[in-house]
């Protein structure tokens, strides 16, 4: 996880959600990160936004 260019946490796993149709992923993330944060996908900067667990509602 970066916020501009600097490194704020550490993404621990990630994949494609069918339910949400968009990627998603786990990351330890520093309480003091600000601003746009970017995740690297494959060697490229990618925006990202911070949710609350659970990503989807529980029935």
């Not at 968009?22 to 520093?30: D, S, T």
């Not at 601003?35 to 990618?46: F, S, Y």
């Not at 667990?53 to 029935?59: G, I, N, S």
């Amino acid at each position: 996880m970066l916020s501009g260019e600097r490194p704020v946490g550490r993404v621990t796993s990630g994949g494609y959600s069918p339910l949400l149709q968009k990627g998603i992923a786990l990351a330890y993330v520093e309480e003091e990160a600000e601003g746009p944060l970017l995740v690297e996908v494959r060697g490229r900067a990618v925006p990202a936004l911070l949710s609350p667990l659970p990503f989807v509602p529980l029935k």
